[in-house]
C-alpha cells in the first residue's frame, strides 16, 4: 500500500501506422482495493479530424470494441464510466481565457488571425467542426478519471480518449488542443498528492514538462 499522500500517474501514447491508435493514461493509488475504470462514452465517436489529418480520434471506440471482445470489461473489479465534460473553470486551471475562446471559436468554423498564431489552423492541428466539444470531453474524460481515484472509486482509470501532450497553455501543438494530462495531474496535486507521470512516444511531453517544470509535486519523465 502506498503512503498516504501519494499518488502515482502514468500516461502514455502510442502511434502505430495511420489510423490504428492505442492510448491510455492511468493513475494507481492503493493496488490492493478498487476497480479498474474504462472511461467511453459514444459521443466520442461523433466528432472526427479531416480525413487529411493522419491523426484518428475514432480510436476510443475501436480500442473498446477490442477490450471487449477480449472480455477485459467483464468481472466485478471492472467499471466502465462515462465521462463529464470539463468545466470552463477546470480547464483554465492551465489554459489561458483567450486560447480557449479562440479554440471554441474555431470549433464553429471561425478562424482569424490569433488563433493562428495560437497553433489553430495548421497541418496538425486543423479546425473541424465540434474540435472544442471534442477536446472539452477528452480532457473531462481524464478528469474524471483522477476524481474517481480521488474519492476511491478506481484504483486505475484508462481514458483511450486522453494522453494530449503537446499543447500548450495558449497554443495547440502536435494534434494537442487541450492538455488533459496536465489538468487530470493537477486535479491530484491540487488535494496533496504527488504525482508522477511517464511518457512512452515516439516524440517528447514537451507540453507537460514545461508545466510543471517549477514545481516539486508532479514529476515528468518521457521516454521516446
Do not use: W
Not at 37 to 66: D, H, M, W
Not at 144 to 173: D, Q
Request: proline content about 5%.
Amino acid at each position: 500500500m502506498s503512503r498516504p499522500g501519494k499518488c502515482r500517474v502514468i500516461s502514455s501514447l502510442y502511434r502505430g501506422p495511420v489510423g490504428s491508435y492505442a492510448d491510455g493514461a492511468f493513475c494507481y493509488e492503493d493496488m490492493m482495493s478498487g476497480k479498474t475504470v474504462f472511461i467511453y462514452s459514444p459521443e466520442f465517436e461523433q466528432y472526427n479530424y479531416p480525413a487529411e489529418c493522419p491523426f484518428n480520434s475514432r480510436r476510443a471506440g475501436l480500442t473498446r470494441k477490442a477490450i471487449l471482445s477480449m472480455g477485459f470489461l467483464s468481472g466485478p473489479d471492472r467499471a466502465e464510466r462515462a465521462p463529464l465534460r470539463a468545466e470552463r473553470q477546470e480547464l483554465e486551471m492551465f489554459h489561458t481565457p483567450a486560447y480557449l475562446d479562440a479554440l471554441e471559436k474555431g470549433g464553429e468554423g471561425d478562424l482569424d488571425e490569433g488563433g493562428f498564431r495560437m497553433g489553430l489552423g495548421t497541418l496538425d492541428c486543423p479546425i473541424f467542426f465540434g474540435m472544442y466539444d471534442y477536446a472539452v470531453l477528452a480532457a473531462g474524460a481524464s478528469i474524471t478519471g483522477a476524481k474517481l481515484i480521488l474519492s476511491g472509486e478506481a484504483r486505475i482509470a484508462f481514458n483511450p480518449s486522453g494522453g494530449y501532450h503537446h499543447a500548450g497553455p495558449n497554443y495547440a501543438a502536435g494534434f494537442c488542443y487541450i492538455n488533459d494530462i496536465v489538468l487530470a495531474a493537477m486535479t491530484l496535486a491540487a488535494t496533496g498528492k504527488k504525482v508522477l507521470f511517464l511518457d512512452l512516444d515516439a516524440h517528447h511531453s514537451d507540453g507537460v514538462q514545461a508545466a510543471f517544470s517549477s514545481r516539486k509535486d508532479v514529476m515528468t519523465i518521457s521516454l521516446h
